[in-house]
């Protein structure tokens, strides 16, 4: 039986000019692709309009501003652990769950803000994860004060163009693919001789840029994370077997069954001997015959796989009166804060100009410009994970040094906000019953009428010192160290 093959209608196809026959390709295949591109968006849209729907039913968030512990030691590891315990806020959604509820993966929100100068640390989270963010916080830093805050941002306009109020903004993304890290917290520590190791924290020229701002600035910085599974970490095994040339069998079923066929017409016609058979090849470089970049990217990678990770997408924006607003002394000093972490055979951070820097150049740069200001005002507000660039993967050391508590001996900006000390809790003996608590007010009155003779005795000598041009003494007029204060 002869099999015949009828090729007319392609050669005529391959024989038609070049826009004739792109025209018959889009008639017959092409409206397909563009149909499936078509379908695609409108998913996306869906998705995006029930996740909110689910989210304003569901989700209520908070603002936690965390008072930096005074003198503070602790190095960027604590703030690791502090991202491994929020990993417990992952769970697992289901196809039905997230096509037709709209649930997703909630998000948290790390931030630096500066107002005119104050600088806080700030963590949004859904209120029902409030414990598990308070916990991680306290299990690290026992000392730092945490108070819910409202939201900073309501004090700028949110709509431009504005008569009073300018912003310039972007989104930070990686620049080669995230199966790289960054440069850690852990390299910039430095040891002279033999002295003691000094680690010279990368936060100091972020904190030294915040302290800077005048009175009408404002400095945004936020970290959205968003916790996530293991099934990154294949796509990291791909990238190491990328580098030593390593190919990967196809997993797919067209892929199998004519590897299947292969393999059975090699078996059938080698009875007959016609076919030799083959030797394996080589199943790629060792690792003598590595660079030593090679090694140094395939030590990193796997190093980084070997942490948890989260998604997590960057945002920045510095808002600013326009008669005090300083562009390029913020812009600048951010982006060389950012740099700070460049690795160049690794990765890097760099500023996403494409979609959602408020950057513009050539047609229509004014419409434009304002549209991405708008855009990107208002994904920042309500710390949208969906909206701009895709997150990337950054494991629990990559956000620990792009986000920390400074250390003090290294950063010296007085105006963060730090807690003031360790709170004690009162004596177990302490005696509580009904007759001190029947004695507590006299008490507590007559130790504030002692306060206040000792105030007036000291404002009475002070005064009369000054009346004689006699500096007041102090010696021997110490205050008793065991007066009752409250």
């Not at 968006?41 to 930096?68: E, P």
């Not at 700030?122 to 945490?146: G, K, W």
């Not at 890097?348 to 047609?363: E, S």
Request: hydrophobic residues 40%.
């Amino acid at each position: 039986m002869d099999i015949v093959i009828n090729t007319t209608r392609l050669d005529n196809f391959f024989s038609l000019p070049p826009e004739q026959m792109l025209w018959v390709f889009f008639l017959n295949i092409g409206w397909m692709l563009i149909a499936l591109m078509f379908l695609y968006g409108l998913s996306l849209l869906y998705l995006q309009k029930i996740r909110v729907g689910w989210a304003a039913k569901n989700l209520r968030f908070i603002l936690l501003a965390i008072d930096v512990p005074k003198g503070n030691e602790q190095s960027p590891k604590a703030v690791e652990n502090m991202f491994t315990y929020l990993a417990g806020a992952h769970g697992s959604i289901n196809f039905f769950e997230k096509w037709f509820e709209g649930k997703f993966q909630v998000s948290f929100s790390y931030e630096v803000v500066s107002l005119e100068g104050y600088t806080q640390f700030l963590i949004r989270t859904p209120i029902e994860f409030r414990n598990l963010i308070e916990t991680s916080v306290y299990s690290q830093y026992p000392d730092a004060e945490i108070s819910e805050v409202d939201d900073y941002v309501e004090a700028v306009p949110h709509k431009f163009p504005d008569e009073e109020y300018d912003i310039w903004g972007a989104e930070f993304m990686q620049a080669n693919n995230w199966a790289f890290p960054i440069k850690l917290y852990q390299e910039f520590e430095h040891s002279f001789g033999e002295s003691e190791t000094q680690f010279k924290d990368p936060m100091a020229s972020l904190m030294d840029l915040c302290s800077s701002l005048r009175e009408g600035e404002q400095f945004w910085f936020q970290i959205v994370v968003i916790p996530t599974g293991f099934d990154w970490m294949e796509s990291t095994e791909k990238i190491v077997d990328k580098i030593l040339n390593k190919k990967k069998k196809s997993n797919s079923i067209i892929m199998k069954m004519l590897e299947w066929f292969g393999d059975f017409g090699e078996m059938f016609f080698s009875i007959w001997g016609d076919i030799e058979k083959k030797e394996e090849k080589d199943s790629g470089l060792s690792m003598m015959e590595l660079t030593p970049k090679q090694k140094k990217q395939i030590e990193a990678i796997q190093m980084k796989a070997s942490k948890l990770a989260f998604e997590a997408k960057i945002r920045v924006v510095y808002a600013s009166r326009k008669d005090v607003i300083n562009r390029s002394k913020v812009v600048n000093g951010f982006v060389g804060y950012m740099k700070q972490f460049v690795a160049l055979d690794l990765n890097n951070l760099k500023p996403d100009v494409k979609i959602t820097m408020t950057k513009t150049a050539y047609f229509n740069k004014s419409k434009r410009l304002i549209k991405k200001k708008n855009s990107l005002m208002r994904n920042y507000v309500s710390r949208d994970d969906f909206a701009g660039r895709l997150p990337g993967i950054f494991n629990i050391e990559e956000l620990a040094t792009l986000w920390h508590f400074p250390i003090e001996a290294n950063v010296k900006a007085p105006m963060i906000q730090k807690a003031p000390g360790r709170k004690a809790d009162a004596p177990s003996s302490l005696p509580i019953s009904e007759d001190f608590t029947r004695q507590a007010p006299e008490l507590f009155q007559s130790d504030i009428l002692q306060r206040k003779s000792l105030d007036i005795m000291v404002e009475n000598r002070d005064e009369l010192a000054s009346n004689n041009n006699v500096e007041p003494s102090t010696e021997g007029e110490s205050i008793p160290e065991n007066l009752p204060f409250v």
